[in-house]
């Protein structure tokens, strides 16, 4: 019985991130729209879009090989685990000791390694350009995203988030100058991660600047339709892992009651409301940097994070 | 032992040291010959005196032959080939005379110093006459590096066996004294009228071993 | 009894290799020696397996009237032997297996059957053996022949200088390894391994055998800055050896490593975790930047080995640190991390080569920059490839990740030793070991994407078939290896249980009756990973998800050309090559590691010569350390050479001044 | 039994010089390469019987623990090089190199430079020691000279005058030990005797002792071929017969080395006399290192391994200087090994250079491919010389240095890098000569290739498994060497 109703609720975790993934992506392409004074599409387009892309006949350029046709399904099989297994309304999930929070980020590790592949696939230049650009953030990204699992694992002695979040909830953490830190460097890597501005910019279509669309450029229909839902999966994912990580308020716990479920629920809506909002407000407010700058911006965010630990040792006295 | 013996003897040995410096002193071919011939002689005489005065009648033989080979049979046969050779001109020693000289001296003391601390129950006679052999061996590899003539180079090494038979005359009773200088002789007699020289003569037109530098092999 | 049998298979491998040199010439030497080793091997590791899973307790010694007279040849069997003859022979079986198909390319059979057993022999003998002269004599004879298989494609002239470079490392590390087991055994030489057990030495010396067995062992190992004969040697051999000497051989030096230090050398001192630590994470950067670097295959699966070596050391170095403080749980987690990758990494490397293998015989080309489009001229290899990039990239569900998710594990511990040096180094490290398997992931797009993906950048590759049978099982018995390693670590750390219990007095909780076969190491409120459940969940969602749309929405699929920016038939060299898909981490990264320089020479306009674009990058260890060495020993020849024609005049006053000066010395000891 | 001894001894030096004075009046050029194996052939079946039959020692011969071994290791590596050099001589017949004359003068001078080296092993006597290892340079002196050209007579008058003087040191050193033996032991042959020395040494006047050893350090270090004495020694190996090359390196310098053991068994009996140890380590070390840089620079094959019979000397000398059980034992097996594997060495050399027709290293190329048996011997050969298993000369190398190590760190490194280097330039060359594409004569070798493997194949027996009397027999000697 127990058993069923911790299944029940992996299961309403992992359909709903699924299923508001294309909101919250709508969502912020509507804010910024706003904030550009365009009146922009529709916060439910991302929907129509997929489903009309999923009914299409997809395209393939005549030297893709069966790497190019199934790494997007690839893609959002592990995008779409590791994003059920981090916390969203509730602690303590069934699967979660399936993986850690290293686990998780190894996760998205698979699903680039997956579409740099299918990059480089066709054979043509600009999946090229997109995978080893991809690749060359990602080296520098996953470091500091290490570095950032180490400070917290450090204070709440776990890299387990569920017990992370326990920790950040409880009674004996202080104000933490290495947590803030940590949390600027997790942003800074979510951008990267996400291929949002001042990275890369998913609305654009110019070859030398992009990254996340070169490497799709040669998708089509519903292959293009799976991509897509990854990616927004996966912002999704950073969302609610800084909102687990660093404001875990409203969090029910597994074998709660349906009340503190739904509080989680909504404490979770409204969390991903804020942030959208400031990523947008951001999105807004920078430019896009050129690539290899983008390593001194993410050199900024291993710093953090590494002064972040040692930091963690100073204030911790041993 | 009289005093005399020990007198004599001292006289000889030290008369052997004595020519080893005018071997190192003398420049001009024919004159080192002579004056070898006169080392040679000294050493004999000294052999004898030995065996005068150790009663051991088989040194007689050594002395013989030092004086009948080294002193009289070499020197000629060194004159014959210095003539056919037309090498009777001064040869030209390796840095002055002046610091050969010192060094001689420099090795006599040594010899003498290292000579000294031992053989205090060897009795007098061997301890000094150990010491001026020791010097004569040293002077003798002097003058073997100090010239750049084979023949002078040759001579110095005879000098050098002069003071090793002095050295084993001086050992009493030192059996094998004998064939220990033949063999010496057959050595010294293979250099000089052996093959070798007839050898170098007909391969290069000079007896200088910095000539025979040239024909080193293995260099690329 | 199982020894008697191991060593029973030894003297096959070394008969074999007798008749090899007899049979060198006929055609049917090739399929005997290889079946035999193949047979061999498999005995090997099936009593191996047995010694290690039931765990007798008691080691299994025996001693040979050989070697040295006094002494005789020791040998023993325990579980730590038997856990590197495990790697040994699944290596040597797969390899025997490859070779089976792969030796029939051979051009000089002659010069690579002879040396194969001898050198499958030597490696099972290091492990075996049990005193000093034994130990080292197998071990420099495991070098000399696997030099021997080095120089078996000598014409060459590459191959005949890396042969060379490669002997001269090898017995310098032997030199090392010799110096360190005199210490160990004393003046009067207790050379059984035994007697140094027993035997106590002071923290001095200690120190001294620790860093002469890690220059001895790191030599051979492959660690920074000893590494420069392994990408040199181990892409010469033919391929299933290059296989060898990089997925097993560099292991047997892991183990002296693990055996002088952990075993021979009692209670080890904090610092030396430091200093293995720093010396394994540089080694892991610095080899994944060199690999990124490269673009001959093989040298770029070299280079890794270069890399998963430094993570290894990593292990063995926390385990170091923590034994030093008495922490032995977290030692034995360390310890257990950087054996599980001992293992996992001759798995997944060997298959590497044996892929590597697979395509320079297909296609007779090494360089990425002449392949391309082998994914479909040669599907099986590609695919056996892919797991096997996948798996050394530490990507989950496969068995890199897991040893590296241990490896994390045991880092994270690291705030509880007391040194606060240690507390500051250790984080850094973390983050070195991150960076590389980053880096390796991107390196291994670049290696995967440049050979199997894109199109055929030459006719060879055009022209590529799929490799034998015999090569393709073998690779495929590693690739399902690397799954069953990835997907139910429980029960191989199990295995590894006793070793640690014998080198540290600890061993992690059992893991089988966990739940769903989930991994604690330590507890579960801590960490867990459960590599079964996660693949069960990616492999159904991705069906689920491809099933839902194949069946509901459409399933229809168009080919037409690739988007080519309106520049039709553009040629196959446009695409993206392994140079350029480096060049954004070669800016980031290059400049300072290697002083990669990038020169572009644009003609004038209307001037027709081609543009140009050169890249200059130097090997600053081999300039730093051993350019050097070269300059002062050729210096010295130079000099001492001049002696060789001097005059006859100047050698007798070299007689002379000996004399004179021996004289002098006695007056003066008068 | 014992009454054949005397016989026996007399046999060994007999049958030599006999048959030196046969060879040198038989005229008949193909029998007299055969005659010559056969004589060495008997020379060593009789010398392998003094194993069994110990005869008491007399006034000038003596067959005690310290020679037998060297005595049967002597006639052993004479019989085959007298082998390898039958059908060397023949194809210098051949080629013209060599007139029937000088055939016949060489072969005698063989036999002779046998018996010289035997009488010096037999002898009892200080004096007569000395005389035969004179006679000994001498021979080879001439044999150097045998080819008469300019580097040849070069190299003879060299290796003559530096000979010359090192005996002439020698025997002033004689004198000094007979003069310290005669104060204690009195005057007369006893005061030269081995026997009676090692037995009285403890009584000598300590200094004379001293004085004594340093002559005969120099004089027979200079045979030894150490460094600074070495000069005569590449030149000669490289200018003369490859037979006499191996001879040199195999027998005539552990002749003379073991003239100096057999004083400094005398020194270390004595306890007030200085450690001959210190003297022997500078000079071994200063070898090894020496050769070491030698050998990067060199052209000439044989010229090389001269120089690495060179840094071998200066091993054994090192181990002998370091002194001690281990470090003695390993002396003597080096010693033992590096006369088999030399002159293995210097058969496959022989060999190659009359294929090719050459010595210069930069004209042989690719050996294994174009004469495989010579080519993969040389490459056995040079493994094992540098020192790597499962040969035995890396279980003597080990010794030496792991029980040098913990008394005397730097040394052992020091010789450790020696080692090291010596491998390098050796490896160097090697890779040169025997891989890479074949280059020049490619003829195959008429060459027997028995003697180059029996005597590799014992050092790779050795290596692995040394029999038990031999192991005992260089512990005591070890012992004795204190």
Same mark, same amino acid.
């Given at each position: 019985?127990?058993?069923?109703?911790?299944?029940l609720?992996?299961?309403?975790?992992?359909?709903?991130?699924?299923?508001?993934?294309p909101?919250?992506?709508?969502?912020?392409?509507?804010l910024k729209?706003?904030?550009?004074?365009?009146?922009?599409?529709?916060?439910?387009?991302?929907?129509?879009?997929?489903?009309?892309?999923i009914?299409?006949?997809?395209v393939?350029?005549?030297?893709?090989?069966?790497?190019?046709?199934?790494?997007?399904?690839a893609?959002?099989?592990?995008t779409?685990?590791?994003?059920a297994?981090?916390?969203?309304f509730?602690?303590?999930?069934?699967?979660?000791?399936?993986?850690?929070?290293?686990?998780?980020?190894?996760?998205?590790?698979?699903?680039?390694?997956?579409?740099?592949?299918a990059?480089?696939?066709?054979?043509?230049?600009?999946?090229g350009?997109?995978?080893?650009?991809?690749?060359?953030?990602?080296?520098?990204?996953?470091?500091?995203?290490?570095?950032?699992?180490?400070?917290?694992?450090?204070?709440?002695?776990?890299?387990?988030?569920?017990?992370?979040?326990?920790?950040?909830?409880?009674p004996?953490?202080?104000?933490?100058?290495?947590?803030g830190?940590?949390?600027?460097?997790?942003?800074?890597?979510a951008?990267?991660?996400?291929?949002?501005?001042?990275?890369?910019?998913?609305?654009?279509?110019?070859?030398?600047?992009?990254?996340?669309?070169a490497?799709?450029?040669?998708?089509?229909g519903?292959?293009?339709?799976?991509?897509?839902?990854?990616?927004?999966?996966?912002?999704?994912?950073?969302?609610?892992l800084?909102?687990?990580?660093?404001?875990?308020?409203?969090?029910?716990?597994?074998?709660?009651?349906?009340a503190?479920?739904?509080?989680?629920v909504?404490?979770?809506?409204?969390?991903l409301?804020?942030?959208?909002?400031l990523?947008?407000?951001?999105?807004?407010?920078?430019?896009?940097?050129?690539?290899?700058?983008?390593?001194?911006?993410?050199?900024?965010?291993?710093?953090?994070?590494?002064?972040?630990?040692l930091?963690?040792?100073?204030?911790?006295?041993? | 032992?009289?005093?005399?013996?020990?007198?004599v003897?001292?006289?000889?040995?030290?008369?052997?040291?004595?020519?080893?410096?005018?071997?190192?002193?003398?420049?001009?071919?024919?004159?080192?010959?002579?004056?070898?011939?006169?080392?040679?002689?000294?050493?004999?005489?000294?052999?004898?005196?030995?065996?005068?005065?150790?009663?051991a009648?088989? +040194?007689?033989?050594? =002395?013989?032959? &030092?004086?009948?080979?080294?002193?009289?049979i070499?020197?000629? %046969?060194?004159?014959? *080939? !210095?003539?056919?050779?037309g090498?009777?001109?001064?040869?030209?020693?390796?840095?002055g005379?002046?610091?050969?000289?010192?060094a001689?001296i420099?090795?006599?003391?040594?010899?003498?110093?290292?000579m000294?601390?031992?053989?205090?129950?060897a009795?007098?006679?061997?301890?000094?006459?150990?010491?001026?052999?020791?010097?004569?061996?040293?002077?003798?590899?002097?003058?073997?590096?100090?010239?750049?003539n084979?023949?002078?180079?040759?001579?110095?090494?005879?000098?050098?066996?002069?003071? +090793?038979?002095?050295? =084993?005359?001086? &050992?009493?009773?030192?059996?094998?004294?004998?064939?220990?200088? %033949?063999?010496?002789? *057959? !050595?010294?007699?293979?250099?000089?009228?052996?093959?070798?020289?007839?050898?170098?003569?007909?391969?290069?037109?000079?007896?200088?071993?910095?000539?025979?530098?040239?024909?080193?092999?293995?260099?690329? | 009894?199982?020894?008697?049998?191991?060593?029973?298979?030894?003297?096959?491998?070394?008969?074999t290799?007798?008749?090899?040199?007899?049979?060198?010439?006929?055609?049917?030497?090739?399929?005997?020696v290889?079946?035999?080793?193949?047979?061999?091997s498999?005995?090997?590791?099936?009593?191996?397996?047995?010694?290690?899973?039931?765990?007798?307790?008691?080691?299994?010694?025996?001693q040979?009237?050989?070697?040295?007279?006094?002494?005789?040849?020791?040998?023993r069997?325990?579980?730590?032997?038997?856990l590197?003859?495990?790697?040994?022979?699944l290596?040597?079986?797969?390899?025997?297996?490859y070779?089976?198909?792969?030796?029939?390319?051979?051009?000089?059979?002659?010069?690579?059957?002879?040396?194969?057993?001898?050198?499958?022999?030597?490696?099972?003998?290091?492990?075996?053996?049990?005193d000093?002269f034994?130990?080292?004599?197998?071990?420099e004879?495991?070098s000399?022949t696997?030099?021997?298989?080095?120089?078996?494609?000598?014409?060459?002239?590459?191959?005949?200088?890396?042969?060379?470079?490669y002997?001269?490392?090898?017995?310098?590390?032997?030199?090392?390894?010799?110096?360190?087991?005199?210490?160990?055994?004393g003046?009067?030489?207790?050379?059984?391994?035994?007697?140094?057990?027993?035997?106590?030495?002071?923290?001095?010396?200690?120190?001294t055998?620790?860093?002469?067995?890690?220059i001895?062992?790191?030599?051979?190992?492959?660690?920074?800055?000893l590494h420069?004969?392994?990408?040199?040697a181990?892409?010469?051999?033919?391929?299933h050896?290059s296989?060898?000497?990089?997925?097993?051989?560099?292991?047997?030096?892991?183990?002296?490593?693990?055996?002088i230090?952990?075993?021979?050398?009692?209670?080890?001192l904090?610092?030396?975790?430091?200093?293995?630590?720093?010396?394994?994470?540089?080694?892991?950067?610095?080899?994944v930047?060199?690999?990124?670097?490269?673009?001959?295959?093989?040298?770029?699966?070299?280079?890794?080995?270069?890399?998963?070596?430094?993570?290894i050391?990593?292990?063995?170095?926390?385990?170091?640190?923590?034994?030093?403080n008495?922490?032995?749980?977290?030692?034995?987690?360390?310890?257990?991390?950087?054996?599980?990758?001992?293992?996992n990494?001759?798995?997944?490397?060997?298959?590497?080569?044996?892929?590597?293998?697979?395509?320079?015989?297909?296609?007779?080309?090494?360089?990425?920059?002449?392949?391309?489009?082998?994914?479909?001229?040669?599907?099986?290899?590609?695919?056996?490839?892919?797991?096997?990039?996948?798996?050394?990239?530490?990507?989950?569900?496969?068995?890199?990740?897991?040893?590296?998710?241990?490896?994390?594990?045991?880092?994270?511990?690291?705030?509880?030793?007391?040194?606060?040096?240690?507390?500051?180094?250790?984080?850094a490290?973390?983050?070195?070991?991150?960076?590389?398997?980053a880096?390796?992931?991107?390196?291994?797009?670049?290696?995967?994407?440049?050979?199997?993906?894109?199109?055929?950048?030459?006719?060879?590759?055009?022209?590529a078939?799929?490799?034998?049978?015999?090569?393709?099982?073998?690779?495929?018995?590693?690739v399902?290896?690397?799954?069953?390693?990835?997907?139910?670590p429980?029960?191989?750390?199990?295995?590894l249980?006793?070793?640690?219990?014998?080198?540290?007095?600890?061993?992690?909780?059992?893991?089988?009756q966990l739940?769903?076969?989930?991994?604690?190491?330590?507890?579960?409120?801590?960490?867990?990973?459960?590599?079964?459940?996660?693949?069960?969940l990616?492999?159904?969602?991705?069906?689920?998800?491809?099933?839902?749309?194949?069946?509901?929405?459409?399933?229809?699929?168009?080919?037409?050309?690739?988007?080519?920016?309106?520049?039709?038939?553009?040629?196959?060299?446009t695409?993206?090559?392994?140079?350029?898909?480096?060049q954004p981490?070669?800016?980031?990264?290059?400049?300072?590691?290697?002083?990669?320089?990038?020169?572009?020479?644009?003609?004038?306009?209307?001037?027709?010569?081609?543009a140009r674009?050169?890249?200059?990058?130097?090997?600053?260890?081999?300039?730093?350390?051993?350019?050097?060495?070269?300059?002062?020993?050729?210096?010295?020849?130079?000099?001492f050479?001049?002696?060789?024609?001097?005059?006859?005049?100047?050698?007798?006053?070299?007689v002379?001044?000996?004399?004179?000066?021996?004289?002098?010395?006695?007056?003066?000891?008068? | 039994?014992?009454?054949?001894?005397?016989?026996?001894?007399?046999?060994?030096?007999?049958?030599?010089?006999?048959?030196?004075?046969?060879?040198?009046?038989?005229?008949?050029?193909?029998?007299?390469?055969?005659?010559?194996?056969?004589?060495?052939?008997?020379?060593?079946?009789?010398?392998?019987?003094?194993?069994?039959?110990?005869?008491?020692?007399?006034?000038?011969?003596?067959?005690?623990?310290?020679?037998?071994?060297?005595?049967?290791?002597?006639?052993?590596?004479?019989?085959?090089?007298?082998?390898?050099?039958?059908?060397?001589?023949?194809h210098?017949?051949?080629?013209?190199?060599?007139?029937?004359?000088?055939?016949?003068?060489?072969?005698?001078?063989?036999?002779?430079?046998?018996?010289?080296?035997n009488?010096?092993?037999?002898?009892?006597?200080?004096?007569?020691?000395?005389?035969?290892?004179e006679?000994?340079?001498?021979?080879?002196?001439?044999?150097?000279?045998?080819?008469?050209?300019?580097?040849?007579?070069?190299?003879?008058?060299?290796?003559?005058?530096?000979?010359?003087?090192?005996?002439?040191?020698a025997?002033?050193?004689?004198?000094?030990?007979?003069?310290?033996?005669?104060?204690?032991?009195?005057?007369?042959?006893?005061?030269?005797?081995?026997?009676?020395?090692?037995?009285?040494?403890?009584?000598?006047?300590?200094?004379?002792l001293?004085?004594?050893?340093?002559?005969?350090?120099?004089?027979?270090?200079?045979?030894?071929g150490?460094?600074?004495?070495?000069?005569?020694?590449?030149?000669?190996?490289?200018?003369?017969?490859?037979?006499?090359?191996?001879?040199?390196s195999?027998?005539?310098?552990?002749?003379?080395?073991?003239?100096?053991?057999?004083?400094k068994?005398?020194?270390?009996?004595?306890?007030?006399?200085?450690?001959?140890?210190?003297?022997?380590?500078?000079?071994?070390?200063?070898?090894?290192?020496?050769?070491?840089?030698?050998?990067?620079?060199?052209?000439?094959?044989?010229r090389?391994?001269?120089?690495?019979?060179?840094?071998?000397m200066?091993?054994?000398?090192?181990?002998?200087?370091?002194?001690?059980?281990?470090?003695?034992?390993?002396?003597?097996?080096?010693?033992?090994?590096?006369?088999?594997?030399?002159?293995?060495?210097?058969?496959?050399?022989?060999?190659?250079?009359q294929?090719?027709?050459?010595?210069?290293?930069?004209?042989?190329?690719?050996?294994t491919?174009?004469h495989?048996?010579?080519?993969?011997?040389?490459?056995?050969?040079?493994?094992?010389?540098?020192?790597?298993?499962?040969m035995?000369?890396f279980?003597?190398?080990?010794?030496?240095?792991?029980?040098?190590?913990?008394?005397?760190?730097?040394?052992?490194?020091?010789?450790?890098?020696?080692?090291?280097?010596?491998?390098?330039?050796?490896?160097?060359?090697?890779?040169?000569?025997a891989?890479?594409?074949?280059?020049?004569?490619?003829?195959?070798?008429?060459?027997?290739?028995?003697?180059m493997?029996?005597?590799?194949?014992?050092?790779?027996?050795?290596?692995?498994?040394?029999?038990?009397?031999?192991?005992?027999?260089?512990?005591?000697?070890?012992g004795?060497?204190?």
């Amino acid at each position: 019985m127990e058993l069923i109703v911790d299944a029940l609720v992996q299961l309403v975790q992992l359909l709903l991130v699924l299923s508001i993934a294309p909101l919250l992506t709508g969502y912020v392409r509507k804010l910024k729209a706003h904030l550009q004074r365009r009146r922009g599409p529709p916060v439910l387009q991302p929907y129509r879009d997929l489903l009309k892309l999923i009914r299409k006949e997809a395209v393939l350029a005549d030297n893709a090989s069966w790497v190019f046709r199934t790494a997007p399904y690839a893609i959002f099989a592990t995008t779409l685990i590791a994003a059920a297994l981090v916390p969203t309304f509730a602690t303590g999930l069934v699967f979660s000791p399936a993986a850690d929070l290293i686990a998780i980020v190894a996760l998205l590790g698979s699903a680039r390694f997956a579409l740099a592949l299918a990059g480089l696939d066709v054979g043509t230049s600009f999946g090229g350009i997109g995978s080893s650009r991809e690749m060359m953030i990602a080296s520098l990204a996953e470091p500091a995203m290490l570095m950032i699992v180490f400070t917290v694992s450090l204070l709440a002695g776990s890299t387990q988030l569920s017990s992370v979040a326990a920790y950040v909830q409880g009674p004996e953490l202080g104000l933490r100058v290495s947590l803030g830190m940590s949390l600027v460097a997790l942003i800074i890597v979510a951008i990267a991660e996400n291929a949002r501005i001042p990275v890369d910019n998913p609305a654009t279509h110019l070859e030398l600047t992009m990254i996340h669309e070169a490497m799709i450029l040669e998708y089509s229909g519903r292959h293009l339709a799976v991509i897509e839902a990854a990616a927004s999966l996966k912002l999704l994912l950073y969302f609610s892992l800084i909102a687990c990580m660093f404001a875990p308020w409203g969090l029910a716990t597994a074998g709660q009651g349906f009340a503190d479920f739904a509080i989680g629920v909504g404490s979770y809506i409204v969390k991903l409301a804020v942030g959208g909002f400031l990523l947008a407000v951001f999105e807004t407010g920078t430019a896009k940097m050129r690539v290899f700058r983008v390593s001194d911006f993410l050199g900024a965010a291993l710093m953090l994070g590494l002064l972040a630990t040692l930091l963690l040792f100073v204030s911790q006295r041993g | 032992m009289d005093r005399l013996a020990l007198d004599v003897a001292h006289l000889f040995a030290g008369g052997l040291v004595l020519a080893s410096f005018m071997l190192l002193y003398q420049d001009r071919m024919f004159g080192l010959l002579n004056i070898f011939a006169l080392h040679a002689l000294i050493v004999s005489l000294s052999v004898a005196w030995q065996a005068h005065i150790q009663l051991a009648p088989h +040194l007689y033989v050594t =002395a013989a032959i &030092a004086l009948v080979v080294k002193a009289i049979i070499i020197p000629v %046969v060194l004159h014959r *080939i !210095i003539v056919r050779l037309g090498i009777h001109r001064t040869i030209e020693t390796v840095g002055g005379i002046g610091q050969i000289m010192l060094a001689g001296i420099a090795l006599v003391a040594l010899s003498i110093l290292v000579m000294l601390p031992i053989t205090a129950q060897a009795g007098t006679l061997t301890r000094e006459d150990l010491a001026f052999s020791l010097s004569v061996i040293l002077l003798g590899l002097l003058m073997m590096i100090s010239r750049r003539n084979a023949v002078s180079q040759v001579i110095g090494f005879m000098s050098i066996e002069n003071g +090793l038979i002095l050295a =084993a005359t001086a &050992a009493k009773g030192m059996p094998l004294v004998v064939e220990i200088s %033949v063999a010496f002789s *057959i !050595i010294i007699a293979l250099i000089v009228v052996g093959i070798f020289l007839f050898r170098i003569r007909e391969r290069f037109d000079t007896m200088d071993v910095h000539a025979m530098g040239r024909f080193r092999g293995g260099q690329p | 009894m199982a020894l008697t049998i191991l060593l029973s298979c030894v003297a096959i491998l070394l008969a074999t290799s007798a008749l090899a040199v007899a049979g060198a010439r006929k055609s049917a030497t090739t399929f005997c020696v290889y079946s035999v080793a193949l047979a061999v091997s498999v005995a090997a590791l099936s009593i191996a397996c047995w010694m290690l899973l039931t765990n007798p307790g008691s080691a299994a010694t025996m001693q040979l009237p050989i070697g040295l007279p006094w002494l005789g040849a020791h040998f023993r069997l325990d579980v730590l032997a038997a856990l590197f003859l495990v790697v040994i022979n699944l290596g040597s079986l797969t390899a025997s297996l490859y070779g089976l198909g792969y030796g029939r390319h051979e051009p000089t059979p002659g010069r690579v059957l002879p040396f194969f057993p001898a050198f499958l022999a030597g490696m099972n003998l290091v492990v075996l053996a049990d005193d000093a002269f034994t130990f080292l004599l197998t071990w420099e004879f495991m070098s000399l022949t696997s030099w021997a298989l080095v120089m078996a494609h000598h014409r060459d002239r590459d191959n005949a200088k890396a042969g060379h470079i490669y002997l001269v490392m090898a017995s310098f590390g032997t030199l090392s390894l010799l110096l360190a087991f005199g210490l160990l055994a004393g003046p009067d030489g207790g050379y059984g391994f035994d007697a140094i057990r027993s035997a106590t030495s002071s923290p001095g010396v200690s120190a001294t055998v620790l860093a002469l067995a890690l220059i001895g062992a790191g030599s051979k190992a492959g660690l920074v800055p000893l590494h420069v004969w392994l990408p040199l040697a181990h892409p010469a051999a033919p391929s299933h050896v290059s296989a060898l000497m990089s997925g097993v051989m560099t292991k047997v030096a892991v183990y002296a490593f693990v055996r002088i230090v952990f075993d021979l050398l009692g209670h080890p001192l904090w610092w030396w975790g430091a200093v293995v630590v720093t010396l394994g994470g540089i080694s892991a950067v610095l080899g994944v930047l060199y690999a990124l670097m490269e673009h001959d295959l093989k040298r770029l699966l070299a280079y890794h080995t270069v890399e998963n070596i430094g993570i290894i050391f990593i292990g063995l170095g926390l385990a170091l640190a923590f034994q030093g403080n008495d922490m032995p749980l977290a030692a034995a987690l360390a310890l257990t991390a950087a054996l599980f990758h001992v293992f996992n990494h001759s798995v997944f490397k060997s298959l590497l080569f044996f892929g590597a293998g697979a395509v320079l015989t297909a296609t007779g080309e090494r360089d990425m920059e002449h392949l391309g489009g082998l994914i479909h001229r040669m599907p099986l290899t590609a695919i056996a490839f892919l797991a096997g990039s996948t798996a050394i990239s530490a990507l989950p569900p496969f068995n890199g990740f897991v040893s590296e998710w241990l490896t994390f594990q045991a880092i994270l511990l690291s705030p509880k030793l007391p040194q606060w040096p240690l507390k500051f180094l250790v984080p850094a490290i973390g983050a070195m070991l991150a960076l590389s398997a980053a880096l390796a992931a991107g390196c291994f797009v670049k290696a995967f994407g440049a050979t199997f993906l894109g199109r055929p950048r030459t006719s060879a590759s055009q022209r590529a078939q799929e490799t034998d049978a015999f090569s393709l099982t073998a690779m495929f018995i590693l690739v399902l290896l690397c799954l069953i390693a990835g997907i139910l670590p429980g029960y191989f750390i199990d295995a590894l249980a006793p070793v640690t219990q014998q080198l540290l007095g600890a061993q992690l909780p059992a893991q089988e009756q966990l739940r769903w076969l989930t991994i604690v190491p330590i507890a579960e409120s801590r960490s867990s990973y459960n590599g079964l459940l996660l693949f069960v969940l990616i492999a159904t969602a991705g069906w689920l998800g491809a099933y839902v749309i194949h069946r509901w929405a459409s399933h229809a699929v168009r080919r037409s050309a690739a988007w080519d920016c309106g520049f039709p038939d553009a040629s196959p060299l446009t695409q993206y090559s392994a140079g350029s898909f480096a060049q954004p981490i070669r800016r980031v990264f290059g400049t300072l590691a290697f002083h990669a320089r990038e020169q572009v020479y644009m003609p004038a306009p209307g001037d027709t010569q081609p543009a140009r674009f050169h890249v200059s990058m130097r090997d600053l260890v081999w300039d730093s350390l051993y350019a050097p060495v070269e300059r002062i020993v050729g210096f010295a020849a130079d000099h001492f050479n001049k002696v060789q024609s001097w005059t006859i005049r100047a050698y007798l006053s070299l007689v002379f001044s000996s004399v004179v000066v021996l004289l002098a010395v006695l007056a003066l000891w008068n | 039994m014992t009454e054949f001894g005397p016989i026996l001894v007399m046999a060994i030096l007999v049958l030599p010089i006999g048959s030196a004075a046969l060879l040198a009046l038989v005229p008949d050029t193909r029998a007299t390469g055969h005659l010559n194996a056969l004589a060495s052939l008997l020379t060593f079946l009789v010398s392998t019987s003094l194993f069994f039959v110990r005869p008491e020692p007399g006034p000038f011969l003596i067959v005690d623990d310290v020679n037998v071994v060297f005595i049967v290791l002597t006639t052993f590596v004479a019989f085959t090089t007298s082998v390898f050099s039958s059908s060397y001589i023949a194809h210098e017949l051949d080629t013209t190199r060599l007139t029937p004359t000088y055939l016949r003068f060489y072969h005698a001078m063989y036999q002779t430079l046998m018996f010289a080296m035997n009488l010096a092993l037999l002898s009892n006597n200080v004096g007569l020691m000395w005389v035969a290892i004179e006679l000994a340079t001498l021979t080879t002196v001439l044999m150097v000279g045998l080819y008469r050209t300019p580097a040849a007579l070069e190299a003879a008058w060299k290796y003559f005058i530096l000979g010359s003087v090192g005996i002439a040191l020698a025997l002033f050193g004689t004198i000094l030990v007979y003069l310290a033996a005669s104060a204690v032991v009195g005057e007369g042959l006893d005061a030269m005797a081995w026997s009676v020395l090692v037995k009285r040494a403890a009584s000598f006047d300590p200094h004379l002792l001293n004085l004594a050893f340093a002559f005969l350090l120099l004089g027979y270090g200079t045979k030894v071929g150490l460094v600074p004495l070495h000069a005569w020694l590449p030149d000669a190996h490289a200018e003369g017969p490859t037979p006499i090359s191996a001879v040199l390196s195999g027998l005539l310098l552990n002749v003379a080395l073991f003239a100096v053991l057999r004083f400094k068994m005398v020194m270390s009996a004595n306890p007030g006399a200085l450690a001959p140890g210190p003297l022997m380590v500078t000079l071994g070390l200063l070898s090894v290192l020496f050769a070491a840089f030698m050998l990067f620079r060199r052209h000439d094959i044989k010229r090389m391994f001269a120089y690495s019979s060179i840094e071998h000397m200066g091993i054994i000398t090192f181990a002998f200087g370091m002194g001690g059980p281990l470090a003695n034992f390993a002396g003597l097996l080096h010693m033992t090994f590096h006369s088999l594997t030399k002159s293995a060495i210097f058969f496959s050399v022989g060999h190659i250079a009359q294929i090719k027709g050459t010595q210069t290293m930069s004209e042989i190329r690719g050996l294994t491919v174009s004469h495989p048996v010579l080519g993969w011997g040389l490459v056995l050969g040079v493994m094992t010389i540098v020192g790597l298993p499962p040969m035995g000369i890396f279980m003597s190398e080990f010794l030496i240095i792991t029980s040098t190590f913990p008394r005397q760190p730097v040394l052992a490194v020091a010789l450790g890098l020696g080692l090291l280097l010596t491998l390098g330039a050796l490896l160097l060359r090697l890779n040169g000569l025997a891989f890479g594409e074949p280059y020049g004569n490619e003829a195959p070798a008429q060459a027997s290739f028995i003697p180059m493997f029996a005597h590799l194949g014992l050092v790779l027996a050795a290596g692995i498994f040394l029999p038990p009397a031999l192991v005992s027999w260089f512990q005591y000697v070890a012992g004795l060497l204190g």
